[in-house]
């Protein structure tokens, strides 16, 4: 059974940082690109980033890109997110989200995933940043 397990969130000032990690289980975790997607209040699921099954290539939305890094542990199953210079927009519940397809997924894809191209998403975890 695929399980992912977040952790790290919290409340934090704008302009702070956290770092969230996923614990990954149930699956070969380096055989998996994988993902951090986040739902505002009242919003969608927005993807957030990517990572390869190798983490040799990432991708961002555009609205964290230079402030959140995405990368992964492959010897300890986790992926993680650094989130630098935190605005109050940011304020969310973050998921991991495993893709449905092992291997290498196309970089078209990797930049505009669809919901649907993930199958597994942990329970979350929230991120709040408010002075």
């Known amino acids: 059974e695929v399980q992912l397990v977040e952790s790290g969130g919290g409340l934090v000032q704008p302009g702070g940082s956290l770092r969230l990690s996923c614990a990954a289980s149930?699956?070969?975790?380096?055989?998996?690109?994988m993902n951090w997607v986040r739902q505002a209040p009242g919003k969608g699921l927005e993807w957030v980033s990517g990572?390869?099954?190798?983490?040799?290539?990432?991708t961002y939305v555009d609205s964290v890109k230079g402030r959140f890094t995405i990368s992964r542990d492959n010897a300890k199953n986790t992926l993680y997110l650094q989130m630098n210079s935190l605005k109050p927009e940011d304020t969310a519940v973050y998921y991991c989200?495993?893709?449905?397809?092992?291997?290498?997924?196309?970089?078209?894809?990797?930049?505009?995933?669809?919901?649907?191209?993930?199958?597994?998403w942990g329970q979350g975890t929230q991120v709040t940043v408010s002075s």
């Open positions: 989200a495993k893709y449905k397809s092992s291997g290498g997924i196309p970089i078209a894809t990797m930049r505009n995933p669809k919901n649907s191209d993930f199958d597994s």
């Open positions: 149930g699956f070969t975790f380096s055989s998996y690109a």
């Open positions: 990572i390869r099954l190798d983490g040799a290539i990432t």
